[in-house]
């Protein structure tokens, strides 16, 4: 059974007050009993009470001003009075007037409830029997008996459609609470999916890269729309060293960074920056050395769900395996390209970046220089204070060559005591005042014993090359650069000697590539 909405029990009520209203005036019009003065003034607050209920009734529930059912349990009253007037006037036609009562009930009942069944039923017994005293009719045991039949079967009526029609609306609700939490389970396993596809999606860009840096806010990024944060910081904290190494974020003014502030809480669980105090966070792995954090808004991580907890923590212990592989191949990638002694870069490296500087020398017709660098009389220093001394003086000469030169030249270890230095757009008089500096750094330093005393000498022997005006071609610049070298040895070791200027029969054009 469905319930009926305002307007349509308005309407309802609006009905059947029309057809009681239009019973009334063809009794009368139909002259079955004699209208004396009483009749007529009650027929006449009857048709009152029926149209000004009718009018004022509707328009209150068209507009919506008041409570329906308040306004049904305050119109009851007039009703019933409306009813009993009108059995008092048909006196022995009275009897059909039981089947109003009856609907009475029933429509008051409906919206009443059960608590106030009860007194909608006494009400329309009230009624009822007053409409009949009214009359002033004597009446013998068996019309007395038929009265209080009808007056019990009101209010049975009243109680019975009251308890069904209340225990239609519990289930109902309970169909609609069965529906909104169908609803919810729906929304939770769709948003379960979501997070399950998540973090198969950022486990396979975690390790879609080994350089993790170029896929950490992508990550992020994944992340943020699942959890619905507008701003959020992931951290890989070494917890040794007290430093982040890794670190990325989404939607913040700059990257969070783990520094001496941060406040632990250890019985929640969380992390806040004791500085800025804009955002709060909380350890997800806390894995041997390291520790993964994630940082967002402090409401966010107040009514942080355990679902969510989980995403992370998912997504965390990827996340620690993917450094630890980004490292370990930072390292392997470092260590292809660096001397192990010297920390300088090695002969393979050193091969690769002369080609590149060349050809981007030659291609924007740009000055190269490169030096071949010898230390004198290396053996001796090996056979007089072993190779531990040897080895520490090499190192020594790795840092003063570095600082030597700048950040863009490329200095690398060519092969047991030689060493090599690149200097993009440098010309030969140039490369000559930096290995001449080169040269007297070195002699004047302090290098140290087999005992770690400072005081051993060197010196070194340069050689130097370049690009146009010694070499045409890579293999040319480090040939007339190792040929130079050996014109320092030879000529007394201690110095710097470059090849005889030489200006080829014609340059080479340069080689464009064809999208320039």
Sequence with gaps: MTKLGPRRHALAVLVVRGILATAVVFTVLSGTFELTTGRIVALIVVVILLTALCIAQTTLIMRGTVNFRRLMLVSLPFDVITLALLASVLDRLHDPLYVVFLGLAIMYSFEAGRGNALAVGGICVVGYLGGHVMVNHMYDWID?????????????????VSALFERQRDRQADLELAQTDKV????????????????????????????????????????????????????????????????????LASTVSYSPD????????????????????????????MMVVFCTEPEWVETFADEDRLVLQAVASEL?????NSQLYKLTKRLSI????????????????????????????????????????????????????????????????????????IVARYGGEEFSVILPETDSSGAFVVAEKVRE????????????????????????????AHAHDRETLLREADDALYQAKTTGKNRVRAPQYRMPDKLPAPRLKENQ
Excluded at 192 to 202: D, F, G, S, Y
Aim: proline share 1%; charged share 25%.
């Design 184 to 251: 919810d389970v729906t929304d939770r396993l769709q948003r379960r999916l979501a997070e399950l596809q998540a973090v198969t999606e950022i486990t396979e860009v975690i390790h879609s890269d080994l350089d993790f840096d170029r896929v950490g806010p992508l990550m992020l990024d994944i992340l943020q729309k699942v959890l619905n944060v507008s701003s959020a910081s992931l951290m890989v904290i070494d917890k040794q060293k007290s430093e982040t190494l890794f670190s990325a974020s989404v939607g």
């Design 441 to 468: 750094v070195v002699s004047q330093y302090a290098f140290a014993d087999a005992e770690g005393v400072a005081g051993v000498r060197l010196t070194v022997s340069i050689g130097l090359a370049s690009y146009p």
């Design 338 to 409: 660096t001397d192990e002694l010297t920390g300088l870069y090695n002969y393979r490296y050193l091969q690769t970046r002369l080609e590149e500087e060349f050809e981007r020398a030659h291609r924007y017709r740009k000055d190269l220089s490169m030096l071949m660098i010898d230390v004198d009389d290396f053996k001796l220093l090996n056979d007089t204070h072993g190779h531990v001394a040897g080895d520490s003086a090499l190192r020594d000469l790795g840092d003063l060559l570095t600082a030597s030169v700048r950040e863009v030249d």
């Design 262 to 289: 941060v406040i632990v809480d250890s019985a929640k669980g969380t992390i806040k920056q004791g500085s800025s105090g804009h955002f709060s966070c909380i350890t997800l792995v806390d894995h041997h050395h």
């Design 144 to 160: 007395f008996s038929i009265l209080i039949f009808n007056a019990a079967g009101l209010i049975l009526l009243s109680l019975v």
């Design 320 to 324: 620690v395996v993917a450094v630890e």
